[in-house]
Nanobody, 126 residues
């Protein structure tokens, strides 16, 4: 099992920026995916971004709604993944969750992820 703890959420004005971090501990894998999902009130949890990692390759994936504004990255030394969010919009308001998968396939699919963090609130005011 992997323990995940998110941080960095908060309140920001539209067009502002926030950086979310997800610290991972526990079991490690040689190949895996880590992703960010978000859930707004009354809506389904949706894919935001993911990073897949194998011995031979690194790949990043983004939802169309955040492409060009959000960047996912990994800090190996700190065993964290980060989500840099720029040009934020009110519709980005949601609870953001970090998750880990032992698969590098179907990384945009919520059910592929086995362990989840507790979530961090992001609120963007207009």
């Amino acid at each position: 099992q992997v323990q995940l703890v998110e941080s960095g959420g908060g309140l920001v004005q539209a067009a502002g920026s926030l950086r979310l971090s997800c610290a991972a501990s526990g079991r490690t894998f040689s190949s895996f995916s880590m992703g960010w999902f978000r859930q707004a009130p009354g809506k389904e949890r949706e894919f935001v971004a993911a990073l897949s990692w194998t011995t031979w390759s690194r790949n990043t994936y983004y939802a169309d709604s955040v492409k060009g504004r959000f960047t996912i990255s990994r800090d190996n030394a700190k065993n964290t993944i980060n989500l840099q969010m720029n040009s934020l919009r009110p519709e980005d308001t949601a609870v953001y969750y970090c998750a880990v998968s032992q698969s590098t396939l179907e990384v945009t699919t919520r059910n592929r992820y086995s362990d989840w963090g507790q979530g961090t609130q992001v609120t963007v005011s207009s």
